[in-house]
């Protein structure tokens, strides 16, 4: 168990790009989150999965943000035409399927992302 | 809507001394309470937790936590704070698994240690 992982750590894009960060939970981790957190504040939940189906998306994902867990494994967030107010610190977590309080969500480094 | 508060965002103490990070929230049912700490450069990382049960909770690296229902709170302590503490520190309410329980997050303290 390495924990969980995400990619790239860092990226720099110019507005308008399209970008794709990844994110690979702890294996056998049902659950997948993703938030974002902007500086000086605390992480805003975007959206979750379980296993493949994605449940919830916050009202913060626009159009231009699509989320994708094929086959309940890895998950990749989509950036279409970036803007500057994209630029934070995007966040994975993930959790297992057990329990009925909420699990611990367990966090990855995070992709921090830049628009110029 | 549930909420977080953590009403301090930056606090300096002596390394030595004692330390409480205040959180409030609001929240209508049984509230699923978190402390994390989150290092430069690294993941946050959960300290404790509070489900139910004993109101005082322990943690890693000697953090406790008390949860007060009449005060809707449930700050952070620590008896003695070593130079290795500095770091932001956030409150979070999760909500109950069948609603996805997806965390709520405060806007953090950031902690620093003087030597």
């Known amino acids: 168990d390495t924990g969980v992982s995400q990619d790239p750590r860092h990226k720099i894009t110019k507005r308008g790009q399209n970008v794709t960060f990844r994110c690979d939970p702890i294996?056998?981790?049902?659950?997948l989150y993703w938030y974002r957190q902007t500086l000086g504040q605390g992480p805003e939940f975007l959206t979750y999965?379980?296993?493949?189906?994605?449940?919830?998306k916050s009202r913060l994902l626009s159009d231009r943000f699509s989320a994708e867990r094929p086959k309940g494994s890895f998950s990749t967030l989509e950036i279409q035409r970036t803007e500057q107010g994209d630029s934070a610190m995007y966040l994975c977590?993930?959790?297992?399927?057990?329990?009925?309080?909420?699990?611990?969500?367990?966090f990855g480094p995070g992709t921090r992302l830049t628009v110029l | 809507a549930q909420s977080v508060t953590q009403p301090d965002i930056h606090i300096t103490v002596s390394e030595g001394a004692s330390l409480e990070l205040r959180c409030n929230y609001s929240?209508?049912?049984?509230?699923?309470l978190f402390w994390y700490v989150q290092s430069p450069g690294q993941g946050l990382q959960l300290l404790l937790k509070?489900?139910?049960?004993?109101?005082l909770v322990q943690g890693i690296k000697g953090f406790e936590a008390e949860f007060k229902r009449s005060q809707s709170s449930f700050n952070l302590r620590k008896p003695s704070v070593h130079w290795s503490d500095a770091a932001e520190y956030f409150c979070?309410?999760?909500?109950?698994?069948?609603?996805?329980?997806?965390?709520?997050f405060g806007q953090g303290t950031e902690l620093s240690v003087k030597p």
């Open positions: 509070y489900f139910s049960g004993d109101t």
């Open positions: 979070a309410v999760a909500e109950g698994y069948n609603q996805g329980g997806k965390l709520i």
């Open positions: 977590a993930s959790s297992p399927l057990e329990g009925q309080g909420p699990n611990e969500q367990f």
């Open positions: 929240y209508g049912a049984t509230p699923y």
């Open positions: 999965f379980q296993n493949e189906a994605q449940l919830e």
């Open positions: 294996s056998e981790h049902n659950r």
